[in-house]
């Protein structure tokens, strides 16, 4: 199938200038995630999350951002999915927004820690009750028989935990990618986009760089 027919320009959304961006990568981040909300965008918290083995081999995912601060960026998990065995071993991470409507992508890659358990309990009890009860239901990525196993398995815990608290189970919970690089970009007309680069360097410090597109 060829695709070429899809092609599209960019217009023009103002640009990403130097005299325009924030000296500290995480306000310009809130600044584009604030844009990206008020102009309505379908689920602006989803981002790609890849991973690796400690041999290079990626994978990468669909996740939904639960917040963010100048420590990083929280997403939650099962412990033992294929993602979290593969920060086990290899404890560093990539992600990537992409606000089409925007013509706006963020990318940021670091090292992931396990969040405290009183986090994890905490935004675990905050979910809604199915979806507490789907953490319960299965374990993430391990193999099952079909459809129909799923939905009995989900049938079981909720009349197990009727009228109760669910508890968060031990092998479910938080992360927090610590970033060590950001890049913003922002579509422009003829293909002559703005990347602005930042990089963390030793003394803490955020250097910042055009790059070209």
């Given amino acids: 199938m060829n695709t070429?027919?899809?092609?599209?320009?960019?217009?023009?959304?103002?640009?990403?200038?130097?005299?325009?961006?924030?000296?500290?990568?995480?306000?310009?981040?809130?600044?584009?995630?604030?844009?990206a909300?008020?102009?309505?965008i379908d689920l602006p918290d989803a981002m790609t999350l890849a991973t690796a083995t400690p041999?290079?081999?990626?994978?990468a995912r669909m996740v939904v951002l639960r917040g963010f601060d100048t420590n990083g960026f929280c997403f939650y998990t099962d412990y033992d999915s294929q993602k979290g065995q593969e920060l086990a071993e290899n404890p560093h991470a990539a992600l990537v927004f992409y606000w089409r409507e925007l013509d706006r992508q963020v990318r940021s890659n670091g090292t992931v820690e396990k969040m405290t358990k009183?986090?994890?309990?905490?935004?675990?009890?905050?979910?809604?009750?199915?979806?507490?009860?789907?953490?319960?239901?299965?374990r993430q990525s391990i193999v099952i028989p079909g459809r129909e196993h799923l939905e009995n398995n989900f049938k079981k815990a909720k009349q197990k935990y009727s009228g109760n608290d669910i508890p968060c189970p031990s092998h479910w919970g938080g992360y927090r990618l610590i970033p060590s690089m950001f890049e913003f970009w922002?579509?422009?007309?003829?293909?002559?986009?703005?990347?602005?680069?930042?990089?963390?360097?030793d003394n803490g410090y955020w250097e910042i760089e055009r790059l070209s597109p």
């Fill in 37 to 40: 909300t008020e102009a309505g």
């Fill in 186 to 201: 922002q579509g422009c007309p003829s293909r002559l986009h703005d990347r602005i680069h930042y990089t963390l360097k």
């Fill in 118 to 138: 009183a986090e994890s309990d905490a935004y675990f009890a905050s979910r809604p009750i199915d979806s507490q009860l789907a953490v319960r239901t299965e």
């Fill in 55 to 59: 041999d290079g081999i990626p994978s």
């Fill in 4 to 35: 070429d027919k899809l092609r599209r320009e960019y217009q023009s959304q103002g640009g990403l200038t130097e005299d325009r961006i924030a000296e500290n990568p995480f306000d310009q981040f809130e600044r584009w995630f604030t844009d």
